[in-house]
């Protein structure tokens, strides 16, 4: 009986190891999402894995050996529970692939504020402030607008640390 296994490849090679699984027979799976990233100055829409370093295999086991799997160029073990490769639920697997590359995971994930929203300081020293999205400052942190004495002054805290104001 087929089921959803979770293997941990070699560090970028998810690609390669997809391909040599399929021609064993062996389905894959793994999830890609577009990224804006930084670079040389410009954000660009990237697309990258994920779960970096993990791909979803659905076979059987009575038809594909687990050693042949395991031993799959780019591939370095099954993930396990003791001795036991670990099998994935069905309906994760599927919920992944709605939410893949989504609207609304791309915002969860990346945090999509744009210039002029209003956000809430949610941890920090500033925690609770009310403040005004200005710009990203790489991909991790973010600049604000934050109001102290009566002026605006600008305040970098990580992107993990603000919600949007309601």
């Not at 999402?33 to 779960?51: A, H, I, M, N």
């Not at 659905?58 to 003791?82: A, I, K, N, W």
């Not at 209003?118 to 934050?146: N, P, S, W």
């Amino acid at each position: 009986m087929k089921h959803w296994y979770l293997l941990y490849c070699k560090r970028t090679e998810q690609q390669r190891a997809e391909q040599n699984l399929k021609r064993q027979g062996v389905d894959c799976y793994y999830p890609i999402v577009t990224v804006e990233k930084l670079r040389r100055g410009k954000y660009q829409q990237v697309e990258e894995p994920l779960f970096p370093n993990y791909v979803f295999a659905y076979f059987d086991p009575e038809c594909v050996q687990y050693t042949s799997v395991r031993s799959t160029r780019g591939v370095v073990d099954f993930v396990r529970q003791g001795a036991y490769p670990v099998t994935v639920d069905l309906a994760l697997i599927q919920q992944l692939m709605v939410l893949e590359d989504s609207d609304e995971q791309r915002e969860t994930l990346h945090q999509g504020f744009k210039p002029g929203q209003r956000v809430t300081v949610e941890y920090g020293q500033f925690a609770g402030a009310e403040a005004i999205f200005k710009e990203r400052d790489g991909e991790k942190r973010c600049i604000l607008l934050i109001k102290m004495l009566n002026r605006q002054t600008e305040l970098c805290v990580n992107n993990t640390d603000i919600k949007a104001a309601h």
